[in-house]
């Protein structure tokens, strides 16, 4: 394990449902992030928290709504997605403030596929 | 506005002969430059950065970056490289002039044939 783990593994979803990412870091980080992975596309940073404040919100569409209770937990809920949504998404961690300075600590990604 | 470039999909080496992956940038300001490695259904794992000081970094698996302020490029190298080393690889940047993103490249895979 990196540190940063992600919960579900994979995940399947209608259109109309309602579900839950979390992503849990053991590192003591002050920073979380999320990223989405889609084929053969650069990485999009989604949102950026800093000391459970939202200091980066990257015109995501408001389908996607994060939500960090505190410095460990990261979770991004998910509401009437679209196909397009399908992708691996990733939290990762850092020890800064929110710049990723010292690197990102990444976890293993939520596959998520919308049916 | 910042931006990063991998042009190579893909690069195929022989295992024990040296591979470069290739990536050039461009900040307004000065680079804090990056490279991640992704295996098969992981997150990306860091390998090394460049922030100041050497342009010459060294980072994790016996991989080495060199920092090219004048050809804005980072490009990653190893001198031997190992069947295991196949994976994909992410050249990342961010400006020191402000803000929170990290650009990342749209990754090159790496294919080590034994």
């Known amino acids: 394990e990196t540190g940063v783990t992600q919960t579900p593994r994979h995940l399947v979803m209608g259109m109309t449902n309602k579900k839950s990412l979390k992503c849990e870091q053991h590192l003591g980080h002050n920073a979380m992030y999320w990223y989405k992975q889609s084929a053969k596309k650069p990485l999009e940073l989604m949102f950026v928290?800093?000391?459970?404040?939202?200091?980066e919100n990257n015109s995501v569409p408001s389908r996607f709504s994060p939500e960090c209770p505190n410095s460990s937990h990261l979770f991004l809920h998910l509401h009437t997605l679209q196909p397009e949504d399908s992708a691996l998404y990733l939290c990762?961690?850092?020890?800064?403030?929110?710049?990723?300075?010292?690197?990102?600590?990444f976890g293993s990604g939520t596959r998520l596929t919308v049916v | 506005a910042q931006s990063v470039a991998q042009p190579e999909d893909q690069v195929n080496v022989a295992e024990g002969n040296p591979l470069t992956v290739k990536c050039t940038y461009s900040v307004s300001g000065n680079p804090y430059l990056f490279w991640y490695v992704q295996y098969p259904n992981r997150g990306l794992q860091f390998l090394l950065k460049?922030?100041?000081?050497?342009?010459l970094v060294k980072g994790s698996y016996g991989f080495e970056a060199e920092f090219n302020k004048s050809q804005t490029s980072f490009h990653l190298k190893k001198p031997s490289a190992l069947v295991s080393d196949s994976a994909l690889y992410f050249c990342a940047v961010r400006d020191t002039t402000g803000g929170f993103k990290t650009i990342f490249g749209a990754g090159t895979r790496l294919f080590v044939k034994a």
């Open positions: 460049y922030i100041t000081g050497d342009n």
């Open positions: 990762a961690s850092s020890q800064d403030d929110g710049r990723g300075i010292g690197g990102y600590t």
């Open positions: 928290y800093s000391l459970e404040e939202r200091v």
